[in-house]
């Protein structure tokens, strides 16, 4: 508590009216990098609507036993959100954050949002995605806005009271270190204009606080030595890319992929020895290609060539095409010969019966047996009758998309295309959670597609200025 400053929402009589309220169910402690990185995604993207998650730690009060909340990182989402259907952002990435939060041992604590022009309170798409997905009584929605008079903020939490998503909580700026000055100063990076701190710098006369051996709240910063006067440079925030993932880097070339020094030119023979002179030009560089050349370990070298090899290859070339005519004359003859036909270039009086051939005789009807049909992937039914539907759905939206184009319909038949769409996004979804881990290629590959279909179609959308339905 030392180290944190208690921000309260701003009440709208005036700011004056505001009193400390930070002893409320699982307070929400906000590390000042976790701050500055929200704030930055907002700052890159101030009039398109911005997500992400918060992560961090669950910790309890030995003494009190009191649950509290440390956000000390953000997974952001570099994508650009059109419209308002965050339950469908959450749905497609859900098991790309938690693969994050297993890679960061980090707990989900809640998560931000923004949607420009809109107030500052949850819509009923963002309650509908809160009450879904973060069923924890200590998870958080944070909601973040650019303003004319601002940057605005508010933490919401869902509970009993029908005017939770309206309610601002308060809650605490965990400070790190270097934050608190001589005299007990502290430096704050909210810059939310809809809150105001309760009591954020200590008189001038008290000394400054000295760190406890033991804190309650224990980060990364209280194992750190002392920072120095040169400001360190703040590790960037993760960011979190679902469609595109990361490219490998390259891999060393092998030992014989690398490029062999040249030996020495050979010494000038004694001129006593009647042999011929040497050359003596340089020996030339090797030339060099667009991709190394790769030799095994046991080739020395290149093999001297033999004078009969084009022979040899013109004789290979010969007996190749001679047996592959002979196969094909077989093949021909044995199986695609129709019965009694007659043999051409006057074949027909071959000896031992080869000019003719009998057909086959014909099974009775009794006999025959139907060809077994396939099976059809009963697990997979729903999934792949969902799938179709969606494609039907998207073709469909692209058809009145041209319509639209050409003005021969209106707003209303555009939408209606598009809320087809969403309604069978939602129901593919929740199978294709229940699928994914038993996907083959083929579907895999489909399920990506669907994925950059539907984003097209919400781009398409919102460049048209269309109320959405």
């Not at 409320?24 to 976790?34: G, H, K, L, N, R």
């Not at 606080?209 to 033991?214: I, L």
């Not at 692209?398 to 939408?415: M, S």
Request: proline fraction near 13%.
């Amino acid at each position: 508590m030392d180290r944190a400053i208690l921000w309260n929402p701003v009440k709208k009589e005036g700011a004056d009216a505001a009193r400390p309220s930070g002893r409320t169910p699982y307070p929400a402690f906000f590390q000042q990098e976790a701050v500055v990185a929200l704030q930055d995604h907002l700052k890159a993207s101030p009039q398109q609507a911005i997500f992400g998650f918060l992560a961090g730690t669950l910790y309890r009060d030995p003494d009190a036993g009191v649950l509290y909340a440390v956000i000390d990182k953000t997974l952001r989402l570099n994508q650009a959100i059109y419209g308002d259907k965050t339950e469908v952002v959450v749905a497609r990435l859900w098991d790309r954050m938690q693969e994050q939060l297993a890679r960061a041992s980090g707990r989900l604590l809640g998560w931000y949002h923004s949607h420009p022009g809109q107030g500052l309170s949850l819509t009923t798409h963002d309650i509908e995605t809160h009450v879904k997905f973060f069923t924890e009584p200590w998870q958080v929605a944070v909601l973040v806005s650019a303003e004319a008079e601002g940057v605005v903020g508010g933490f919401f939490r869902s509970g009993t009271s029908q005017a939770w998503a309206e309610t601002p909580l308060a809650f605490y700026e965990l400070l790190q270190p270097d934050s608190i000055r001589a005299g007990g100063k502290k430096r704050s990076f909210i810059m939310w204009k809809n809150y105001k701190a309760y009591n954020p710098v200590a008189p001038k006369h008290a000394p400054a606080p000295a760190p406890p051996p033991r804190p309650v709240i224990r980060t990364s910063a209280d194992d750190e030595a002392a920072p120095a006067r040169e400001t360190k440079p703040r590790p960037a925030a993760p960011v979190f890319v679902p469609d595109e993932p990361p490219t490998p880097p390259p891999q060393p070339l092998p030992p014989s992929a690398r490029p062999q020094p040249q030996p020495p030119p050979p010494p000038a023979p004694a001129p006593r020895r009647p042999a011929p002179a040497p050359s003596r030009e340089a020996p030339r560089a090797p030339r060099r290609t667009s991709a190394p050349s790769f030799r095994l370990l046991e080739q020395k070298g290149p093999a001297p060539r033999r004078r009969s090899r084009r022979g040899l290859w013109l004789t290979l070339l010969a007996l190749l095409l001679i047996g592959g005519g002979g196969a094909a004359a077989g093949y021909w003859y044995f199986f695609l010969r129709q019965p009694g036909a007659p043999l051409p270039f006057g074949l027909d009086s071959l000896p031992f019966g080869l000019g003719r051939r009998t057909p086959p005789p014909v099974a009775p009807p009794s006999v025959r047996r139907p060809a077994p049909v396939p099976r059809a992937d009963t697990a997979f039914a729903r999934f792949d009758r969902l799938s179709d539907t969606l494609s039907s759905a998207v073709r469909n939206y692209h058809d009145r998309a041209a319509l639209f184009a050409r003005r021969q319909i209106d707003c209303a038949g555009l939408a209606r295309g598009y809320a087809a769409i969403q309604t069978i996004w939602i129901d593919y979804n929740t199978e294709r959670k229940v699928r994914i881990a038993s996907f083959d290629p083929r579907r895999a590959a489909r399920d990506q597609g669907l994925y950059a279909s539907v984003d097209s179609v919400d781009g398409q959308f919102e460049q048209s200025h269309c109320q959405r339905p």
